[in-house]
């Protein structure tokens, strides 16, 4: 028979460290000791979801995403630490082996070694505070002298020199939000956030201004009632690029979490109805939340395929937008993510070409799709990535059919400098924008019915008159 646990054994046991193993019973701390003891436990268990997920190629949520959770208390330090970790990391585990000193126990809590190791070479003072703590400070001497024979052989003078190596990108870019007009006008929120931060208005659109590089709003009240949105420049032009009129039917076809939809609600100005397709039905609660936040009412939520949704239904007859932003790869918003941080990332090598092909596939599936709907009149195209076959190769490919429906290419934003790379002839109406410059890597095509073709199924005059003057007044009008 199991020996039954005692009361002390069982409270320990529910003393989780935080990195999903049992540590000993938390030391008594106080102040900063206390709040970096808890810190390196809170970023060890982000860290571990992101490292899995990274390994697996199935990142559950970004970096940034998992420290807004409110279940993270410290969420400055322990995003730090997870940042300077992660930058740190090929350094961090060449000296880890090395050195051997970790044996299996502490293999299993290797986040947690990851970011203690960090704060005992880079970063704060550690005080030996919990088990692991105690175990690495042990072998603090053995740590930094591996350091420095790593340094030695990799010809380089210090830490900076050995991270460059890895080149990584400067993500010191500003940040954007969106103003919310179903809630807020620009100028009250302008006014708003100028009592506190630096703010201008971006001059490609209205409804979107700039704050200093870092600028934290994740609390913000205007962020959290809804007035404004912390989305970026790049993924705020897609709905202008379409400008449904207000009053129209538009589909979002793959929406969730739902920014673009709630931003073609306040481009509607709360008229019309917006179809909201989700395929995910996890994220159609996120969906059904960002819908909430927004104050639209006219957003009916779908979670259907948007492949499965019958174009000929008479509920969907009256279509005249279709806004297509599916599934890809995401590698052109991977450094605002912080996913260059990731060892996946870090040597460049996301070329996970079966997979880039499997994306590529639906998402020409589900633009040809979005062109089969019968009263539609302009559909947007968009992906956050940077691939030519997620983009200028998917437009390619379906333009033929679309230009068989009486659709052209058209240019959104005319005044915009990045376009589509020239693979072939129209390619310059395309948008791009650039994740250097620009903060994320963002792909958009605007497809338009020529306006003749947009005439002739008004049918304003019938095809056979018996009055000649009319007749010919048609066909001047629509051509033959
Ligand atoms: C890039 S995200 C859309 C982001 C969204 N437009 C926004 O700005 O918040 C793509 C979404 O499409 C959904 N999706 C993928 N395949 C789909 C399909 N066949 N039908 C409908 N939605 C789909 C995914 O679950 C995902 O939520």
Redesign the pocket.
């Known amino acids: 028979m199991g020996r039954v646990p005692t009361k002390q054994q069982k409270n320990n046991r529910s003393k989780d460290g935080g990195d999903g193993t049992q540590e000993k019973q938390k030391p008594s701390l106080k102040g900063a000791e206390r709040s970096a003891y808890f810190a390196r436990r809170e970023a060890a268990k982000v860290l571990r979801v992101v490292l899995q997920g990274d390994a697996n190629r199935r990142a559950l949520a970004s970096i940034k995403s998992l420290i807004y959770k409110p279940s993270v208390r410290n969420k400055k330090a322990t995003f730090a630490l997870i940042c300077q970790t992660l930058k740190h990391l090929p350094i961090i585990k060449d000296v880890l082996e090395a050195s051997s000193i970790l044996n299996t126990k502490w293999k299993r809590q290797q986040e947690l070694v990851y970011i203690i190791v960090y704060d005992i070479l880079f970063g704060q003072a550690v005080a030996v505070a919990g088990d692991a703590e105690k175990y690495l400070m042990r072998h603090k001497n053995a740590l930094q002298s591996t350091l420095k024979q790593l340094l030695l052989r990799r010809n380089v003078k210090n830490v900076e020199q050995l991270i460059a190596l890895n080149q990584l990108p400067d993500v010191s870019l500003p940040r954007y939000v969106r103003v919310n007009t179903l809630k807020l006008d620009v100028d009250s929120a302008l006014l708003e956030l100028k009592e506190k931060y630096s703010v201008e208005k971006d001059d490609l659109l209205p409804d979107l201004l700039i704050l200093p590089p870092g600028t934290d709003l994740h609390d913000h009240p205007l962020v959290n009632n809804g007035s404004i949105f912390m989305q970026g420049k790049a993924?705020s032009m897609?709905a202008p690029a379409l400008n449904p009129e207000p009053g129209w039917e538009v589909i979002?076809?793959?929406?969730?979490?739902?920014?673009?939809?709630v931003h073609l609600a306040a481009l509607m100005k709360r008229k019309g109805r917006i179809i909201a397709?989700?395929?995910?039905k996890q994220?159609i609660k996120r969906l059904k939340e960002?819908i909430k936040l927004s104050g639209a009412s006219n957003i009916h939520v779908l979670n259907?395929?948007?492949?499965n949704i019958d174009p000929k239904a008479p509920s969907y007859s009256k279509v005249k937008a279709i806004?297509l932003?599916?599934?890809?790869s995401g590698s052109g918003t991977a450094a605002s993510r912080l996913d260059h941080l990731l060892p996946s990332k870090a040597a460049g090598q996301d070329t996970d070409m079966e997979r880039l092909n499997k994306l590529a596939a639906?998402q020409r599936k589900?633009l040809q799709h979005a062109l089969s709907f019968p009263a539609v009149e302009k559909i947007v195209y968009s992906t956050?990535s940077i691939n030519q076959i997620e983009n200028e190769d998917v437009i390619k490919s379906v333009l033929p059919i679309a230009e068989s429906h009486g659709f052209e290419l058209v240019n959104p934003f005319a005044e915009w400098h990045c376009r589509g790379l020239p693979v072939f002839k129209g390619s310059e109406n395309l948008v791009r924008t650039d994740p250097a410059a620009d903060g994320e890597g963002f792909f958009i095509a605007l497809f338009a019915k020529k306006k003749n073709v947009q005439k002739k199924k008004k049918h304003f005059f019938p095809r056979i008159h018996t009055d000649p003057f009319r007749t010919w007044l048609y066909y001047r009008l629509n051509g033959p």
Do not use: I
Not at 254 to 259: I, Q, R, T, W
Not at 277 to 280: D, F, H, I, Q, T
Not at 325 to 328: E, L, N, R, T, V
């Open positions: 993924s897609v979002d076809a793959c929406a969730a979490p739902g920014n673009k939809t397709c989700e395929l995910n994220r960002t259907e395929d948007f492949l806004l932003d599916p599934s890809c639906f589900a956050c």
